[in-house]
């Protein structure tokens, strides 16, 4: 990562690179202080895996890098709030913080949705930064959408 370039800035370039490739426009990058552990995209179709969410990947790489089965005091940026399944793989590898860009009101666990960190059977809760490059997020998921629809 150079100094120019933000977590946020390297997550929504690879959510662009997803689109550009027929996947939903989610990128995400766990970070351990100032080092870039992990940098994914959504990669479902390419998969063949419903569970390949850009979140999932980068905490997998992580792990891998990390070889702790934990990723505490560590960050995770993301273009997207993300879902229950993501959450749940947040909470459980113990991520310190996580700064999402858009809301995602229809399936959303964060913010919206079940607030999963909120309920108390939640046994981690990280902290929550939401709105970060939402408005260039935003974009790039009503753009990716609305060429669906026309299709």
Same mark, same amino acid.
């Given at each position: 990562m150079t100094a120019s370039r933000s977590p946020m800035d390297l997550a929504l370039a690879l959510a662009e690179?997803?689109?550009a490739h027929g996947e939903?426009?989610? $990128?995400?990058? #766990?970070? /351990?202080g100032d080092?870039?552990?992990?940098?994914?995209? *959504?990669?479902?179709?390419?998969? *063949?895996?419903?569970?390949?969410h850009a979140e999932m990947l980068a905490i997998r790489v992580a792990l891998a890098k990390r070889g702790t089965g934990r990723l505490? $005091? =560590?960050d995770l940026y993301v273009t997207l709030e993300? %879902? &229950?399944? =993501? &959450?749940?793989? @947040? &909470?459980? #590898?113990?991520l310190r913080r996580v700064y999402f860009a858009a809301e995602d009101i229809k399936a959303g666990a964060v913010e919206n $949705?079940?607030?999963?960190?909120?309920?108390?059977? %939640?046994?981690?809760?990280? /902290? #929550? @930064?939401g709105g @970060? $490059?939402?408005?260039?997020? /935003?974009a790039l998921l009503r753009d990716f959408?609305?060429?669906l629809r026309s299709d």
């Open positions: 690179e997803a689109a939903a426009p989610v $990128g995400a990058v #766990v970070m /351990e080092v870039v552990l992990a940098a994914e995209r *959504n990669r479902m179709k390419a998969l *063949n895996d419903p569970t390949s505490d $005091g =560590c993300p %879902c &229950a399944m =993501c &959450a749940g793989a @947040i &909470a459980h #590898v113990r $949705g079940v607030r999963l960190f909120e309920q108390p059977t %939640c046994h981690h809760h990280p /902290e #929550v @930064i @970060i $490059g939402a408005s260039r997020s /935003e959408f609305r060429g």
